[in-house]
């Protein structure tokens, strides 16, 4: 009776997509490569994908970004190692490039991924609709995605991938071919989701003026992951000590328990923040401390 | 699962990929059939090796017109389980249709010997059927994303493909052939016995394969 247990256990394994404690999706001890003797991309990762976090991955080009992206969505299973996936978890996934492009219109290729999110009809195509909308490719659905320009293109598989506000969305360099006003409509498209209580993970191997502000980094070097300090001003106001927050021209006004002050103002400068001044405020027991983001620092 | 099988045979339908294999088995069937007299059964088993090799192509095309990223795209989206099984019933679909075209071609043309009985036709049907998914399964192992290189993929299914025929392998082209040309149609369902519970574990080895390998392969 072993040998049934045991191939009934593998094929469930090989079938089915685990489900996962408290994260979204876990990798345990995942490696990636992708040929017998080719070297290791990503090894001995242990990396947990919260609830509700914009987390940006950043990393030199081959670096291993586009795989790790690959892993966290499911497309591709580590060569070691395990994926672990909360039950029943809807991911959106947009890749860098949809080449060789599907045969379909634009709006076809909607309406198939709408289906297999299993969406209405009618609010898939809304949905669609309105993103497109707000991307600029409104006008574009009836093209086939084979004559589309590189940026169309894109913004549909953004669409696709946002399409039903997955739990999970995982955008490989979205940024990469969009132009400077759909670029600021998917920073929006990208924080209203975020809100809503998805997790959106996006990879840029370059620094861009218009880009969502993550409240994790992740840096892909080395065949690792590894964390870096945010600029967020999300992540400043959890800081423990901080009263408030104001963010206006690219500046950073925090009030802070002035017993904290010393605490935060060592967090802001680890998190690559220059501070401007420092200066007691009206109300007792306060300070105010003023900042700007450090050129340069991630 | 309906949305996932849907999305793939459209996308095979609009990729034109089928055209070729598709003449090569139309073109096959119409010329295997052009010389009377055509004994029902007989001449049904004769084209059950190019049914084969056709459907070899057809799934390799199949599985090869749809490119990484969409494919990545696909399995991100419905999951590993509807993602591989969701491909998987989309070939036996082609295999299916291919099996009935097979049939449907000489009896609409009326070139069979005698108007085929409803047993002659299921016996035909059922023939061609296994010799169809043998192919689809043969041809998944040579496929992306477990074989990328083009020359690697034609060339090992063709190598696979003929090695059947004088290894006799029950399922394969060749006895399912002989299994139908019984010379009666209650004969055929106890002679394609073996090769029914053949085809399932070939069939279900493959299905492992594709389950474990595909997306780590990709």
């Not at chain 1, 009809?121 to 084979?146: I, W």
């Not at chain 1, 920073?187 to 990879?203: H, I, K, M, R, Y």
């Not at chain 1, 945010?230 to 002035?258: H, K, N, W």
């Not at chain 2, 082609?94 to 009896?107: K, R, S």
Request: charged content about 15%.
């Amino acid at each position: 009776m072993r040998l049934p247990a045991t191939l009934a256990g593998i094929l469930s394994e090989m079938l089915t997509d685990h489900a996962g404690d408290g994260g979204l999706v876990l990798l345990a001890a995942a490696a990636k490569r992708y040929a017998w003797r080719d070297p290791w991309v990503l090894k001995d990762l242990d990396l947990t994908v919260a609830p509700g976090h914009l987390v940006e991955v950043r990393g030199a080009n081959g670096s291993g970004k586009s795989t790790l992206l690959r892993m966290l969505a499911g497309a591709t299973l580590p060569t070691r190692g395990r994926r672990v996936a909360a039950a029943g978890l809807a991911v959106g996934y947009g890749p860098e490039r949809l080449i060789p492009a599907p045969p379909f219109a634009a709006g076809t290729y909607l309406a198939h991924y709408a289906r297999l999110r299993r969406l209405p009809e009618a609010m898939g195509g809304a949905h669609a609709a309105a993103l497109a909308e707000r991307l600029g490719v409104a006008s574009l659905l009836g093209e086939p995605l084979r004559t589309l320009s590189k940026g169309s293109l894109q913004k549909v598989v953004i669409i696709q991938a946002l399409l039903g506000e997955p739990a999970l969305v995982i955008l490989d360099e979205p940024f990469a071919g969009l132009d400077a006003e759909a670029s600021v409509a998917l920073c929006d498209v990208v924080s209203e989701v975020t809100a809503a209580g998805s997790t959106v993970l996006f990879s840029d191997h370059r620094e861009r003026d218009v880009r969502p502000r993550a409240d994790l980094v992740w840096r892909v070097s080395d065949g690792g992951v590894h964390e870096e300090p945010v600029r967020s001003v999300a992540v400043l106001a959890r800081l423990s000590g901080v009263i408030s927050t104001r963010e206006q021209d690219g500046r950073v006004e925090l009030i802070v328990a002035a017993r904290a002050s010393d605490a935060v103002l060592s967090s802001l400068i680890a998190s690559g923040w220059h501070v401007t001044g420092v200066a007691a405020d009206t109300t007792p027991g306060r300070m105010r401390i003023d900042a700007v983001a450090r050129v340069g620092a991630s | 699962m309906r949305a996932t099988v849907r999305y793939l045979l459209a996308e095979y339908l609009r990729s034109w990929r089928f055209v070729a294999p598709g003449v090569l088995l139309v073109a096959g069937v119409i010329v295997a059939y052009a010389q009377p007299p055509n004994p029902v059964l007989s001449t049904a088993a004769s084209v059950i090796p190019l049914l084969f090799a056709a459907q070899c192509w057809l799934t390799l095309a199949f599985f090869n017109s749809q490119g990484s990223p969409d494919r990545h795209v696909l399995a991100a989206t419905v999951g590993g389980r509807r993602f591989v099984l969701g491909r998987l019933l989309a070939a036996g679909a082609i295999a299916a249709i291919a099996a009935v075209v097979t049939v449907a071609i000489p009896f609409a043309g009326r070139r069979f010997a005698h108007p085929p009985t409803a047993g002659e036709l299921a016996a035909i049907l059922f023939a061609n059927l296994i010799g169809a998914l043998g192919a689809t399964a043969l041809a998944a192992l040579f496929a992306r994303p477990l074989i990328y290189s083009r020359v690697v993929s034609v060339l090992g299914l063709a190598v696979c493909a003929v090695l059947t025929v004088p290894l006799h392998l029950p399922g394969s082209a060749v006895p399912t052939a002989q299994a139908l040309d019984a010379g009666h149609a209650a004969h055929v369902p106890g002679r394609l016995a073996g090769d029914i519970m053949s085809l399932l574990v070939f069939t279900a080895a493959v299905g492992v394969v594709c389950a474990r390998e595909w997306r780590r392969r990709d």
